[in-house]
């Protein structure tokens, strides 16, 4: 029998990961729940662009539960700690790209009610994404080339141009002056997520930091840039910088760094690498990986770290489940010759 998957939220990552599970020869979609109360009743194939299912979307939590899924990808722009605890306590499977990693970044109240609501419903909370998420998980799977190691670094650098989503740029204080008070901390506050991606490296490598720290630097437009969704003036803030790093006796062990830029004029002019995995170690490690037509604006690869995880994390044991804990996903049923 195919899983039943339930799709929570039809944004860029949402509409990827329906389109992909509805192609799944081992899972059917069964249930989605959408915000907008223009998209409910709805067939959730005319809300991602493809051919009706006959499912329609609803903005009702227990309409999803009645539908009985064995998982719910969780991937709104907001997240609701409520709802993810319901669906949890009511035997369902969640996975989410939603900022969670080990959940620490939402509070530990917030953590501790997840943890305890998968396991009163004897299921698994897994967080993932392209980064944080899978890239970290590579990180951890490329080190195991070593015999030592003294810092393992994950850096994303990329022209996040195509990412539409004006509200989450807002929220890092693109388009604002990049001198504006406090917008460290509040770019601190809106990334705290990368920090749970740190720990959880930490974790699956047995290190544990005296601290997680954090620094950012920014970059402005160098002229006016229309985006479409957004339009940022000139002088005004259009990229950043950050990393989040684990600390032990004033050394880095563990470094996670992102550049997202928007535009194609910044200062400085920081390039896009794409995905630069190092080790410093025995032996030295450098893994270089780029992601390109991506249709979804870096919505698809996000969304595919989580499709991929669905059967491991139906498997997996109960609680908040790490991606160490996990085999290693794979891209199963998606060779088109």
Same mark, same amino acid.
């Given at each position: 029998?195919?899983?039943?998957?339930?799709?929570?939220?039809?944004?860029?990552?949402?509409?990827?990961?329906?389109?992909?599970?509805?192609?799944?020869?081992?899972?059917?979609?069964?249930?989605?729940?959408?915000?907008?109360?223009?998209?409910?009743?709805?067939?959730?194939?005319?809300?991602? /662009?493809?051919?009706?299912? /006959?499912?329609?979307?609803?903005?009702?939590?227990?309409?999803?539960?009645?539908?009985?899924?064995?998982?719910?990808?969780?991937?709104?722009?907001?997240?609701?700690?409520?709802?993810?605890?319901?669906?949890?306590?009511?035997?369902?499977?969640?996975?989410?790209?939603?900022?969670?990693?080990?959940?620490?970044?939402?509070?530990?109240?917030?953590?501790?009610?997840?943890?305890?609501?998968?396991?009163?419903?004897?299921?698994?909370?897994?967080?993932?994404?392209?980064?944080?998420?899978?890239a970290?998980?590579? /990180?951890?799977?490329?080190?195991?080339?070593?015999?030592?190691?003294q810092?393992?670094?994950?850096?994303?650098?990329?022209?996040?141009?195509?990412y539409?989503?004006?509200?989450?740029?807002?929220?890092?204080?693109?388009?604002?002056?990049?001198?504006a008070?406090?917008?460290t901390?509040?770019?601190?506050?809106?990334?705290?997520?990368?920090?749970?991606?740190?720990?959880?490296?930490?974790?699956?490598?047995?290190?544990?930091?005296?601290?997680?720290?954090?620094?950012a630097?920014?970059?402005?437009?160098?002229?006016?840039?229309?985006?479409? *969704?957004?339009?940022i003036?000139?002088?005004?803030?259009?990229?950043?910088?950050?990393?989040?790093?684990?600390?032990?006796?004033?050394?880095?062990?563990?470094?996670?760094s992102?550049m997202?830029?928007?535009?194609?004029?910044?200062?400085?002019?920081?390039?896009?690498?794409? *995905?630069?995995?190092?080790?410093? /170690?025995?032996?030295?490690?450098?893994?270089?990986?780029?992601?390109?037509?991506?249709?979804?604006?870096?919505?698809?690869?996000?969304?595919?770290?989580?499709?991929?995880?669905?059967?491991?994390?139906?498997?997996?044991?109960?609680?908040?489940?790490?991606? *160490?804990?996990?085999?290693?996903?794979?891209?199963?049923?998606? *060779?088109?010759?």
């Amino acid at each position: 029998m195919p899983l039943r998957i339930a799709q929570w939220a039809t944004g860029l990552v949402g509409a990827a990961a329906a389109r992909k599970v509805i192609e799944h020869p081992e899972f059917e979609l069964v249930g989605c729940f959408a915000h907008g109360a223009d998209k409910v009743g709805k067939d959730v194939g005319e809300l991602i /662009g493809a051919d009706p299912i /006959g499912v329609t979307a609803t903005n009702r939590i227990a309409d999803i539960i009645a539908a009985r899924p064995d998982c719910v990808l969780y991937m709104p722009l907001v997240w609701d700690v409520e709802a993810m605890a319901q669906l949890l306590e009511a035997g369902i499977n969640v996975i989410s790209t939603a900022n969670f990693i080990t959940g620490r970044s939402y509070g530990h109240e917030a953590a501790a009610r997840l943890e305890a609501a998968a396991r009163k419903g004897n299921v698994s909370l897994h967080g993932t994404g392209i980064n944080p998420g899978l890239a970290n998980a590579f /990180g951890l799977a490329m080190s195991a080339q070593c015999a030592d190691f003294q810092c393992v670094t994950v850096f994303e650098s990329v022209d996040a141009t195509d990412y539409a989503s004006a509200d989450t740029w807002l929220s890092m204080g693109f388009g604002g002056p990049a001198d504006a008070p406090g917008l460290t901390e509040q770019c601190n506050e809106r990334t705290l997520v990368f920090s749970d991606a740190v720990e959880m490296m930490a974790e699956g490598l047995g290190i544990v930091p005296d601290e997680i720290s954090f620094k950012a630097e920014f970059g402005t437009a160098a002229r006016d840039l229309a985006l479409g *969704y957004m339009d940022i003036p000139e002088g005004m803030l259009c990229g950043l910088k950050m990393t989040y790093a684990a600390v032990v006796d004033g050394k880095e062990a563990i470094k996670l760094s992102t550049m997202w830029r928007l535009g194609d004029a910044m200062v400085p002019d920081w390039k896009a690498e794409g *995905y630069v995995i190092e080790i410093e /170690g025995t032996p030295n490690i450098r893994c270089v990986f780029e992601r390109d037509g991506d249709p979804a604006g870096g919505g698809l690869v996000t969304a595919m770290a989580a499709v991929h995880a669905i059967p491991a994390v139906c498997d997996a044991r109960s609680g908040i489940v790490r991606a *160490y804990e996990l085999p290693l996903p794979a891209a199963k049923h998606c *060779y088109r010759p």
